[in-house]
T-cell receptor, first 117, second 110 residues
């Protein structure tokens, strides 16, 4: 099983709403990632969790708040978003190892299509 | 800063043709290079991963090569089919993160 499951598939929210995106994997992976992808552009890294600790934050605005409650689950909490935050949000995971996560395949979920009105 | 470019940006071919997609990167200090496929509005499907010590990888009709010293990779698709129509992305893995290329939109017509 190489599945990364993201919910919901689609989300529409107003600028004053609070919502969360969820990502789950049961492959025993210890690294998990959030990416943002605008239309016709490549994905851009937002956050990396390695062994449930935040290891990379690509200077993402604080209205995006990641959380990794356990090794299988990754959340992205959204608050006071702007219309320009509308995008496809992709979650990925990869194996962790003593030699680091860098060498391993990243498996992606189907994404959450977010629209901010 | 790593920059990844893919050429061509778009490609349209008739069914059955063999084709080559190109990926170039500016910093050769990479751990690996991964090729992905993305259907419109969907997530990414990993096709092939080449470690920095490898020269090529094959999976079915797909063959990917890597020349790290020159900063280039190619994805060869044999006997293309309409189902191959998608955007193909290459991504290079440095110490910190995966950097994606600009993508090639492929259309294979029956």
């Amino acid at each position: 099983d190489t599945e990364v499951t993201q919910t919901p598939k689609h989300l529409v929210m107003g600028m004053t709403n609070k919502k969360s995106l969820k990502c789950e994997q049961h492959m025993g992976h210890r690294a998990m990632y959030w990416y943002k992808q605008k239309a016709k552009k490549p994905p851009e890294l937002m956050f990396v969790y390695s062994y449930e600790k935040l290891s990379i934050n690509e200077s993402v605005p604080s209205r995006f708040s990641p959380e990794c409650p356990n090794s299988s689950l990754l959340n992205l909490h959204l608050h006071a978003l702007q219309p320009e935050d509308s995008a496809l949000y992709l979650c990925a995971s990869s194996q962790g190892s003593s030699s680091g996560v860098a060498k391993n395949i990243q498996y992606f979920g189907a994404g959450t299509r977010l629209s901010v009105l | 800063k790593q920059e990844v470019t893919q050429i061509p940006a778009a490609l349209s071919v008739p069914e059955g043709e063999n084709l080559v997609l190109n990926c170039s990167f500016t910093d050769s200090a990479i751990y690996n290079l991964q090729w992905f496929r993305q259907d419109p509005g969907k997530g990414l499907t990993s096709l092939l991963l080449i470690q920095s010590s490898q020269r090529e990888q094959t999976s079915g009709r797909l063959n990917a090569s890597l020349d790290k010293s020159s900063g280039r990779s190619t994805l060869y698709i044999a006997a293309s089919q309409p189902g191959d129509s998608a955007t193909y992305l290459c991504a290079v893995r440095g110490f910190q993160k995966l950097v994606f290329g600009t993508g090639t939109r492929l259309l294979v017509s029956p």
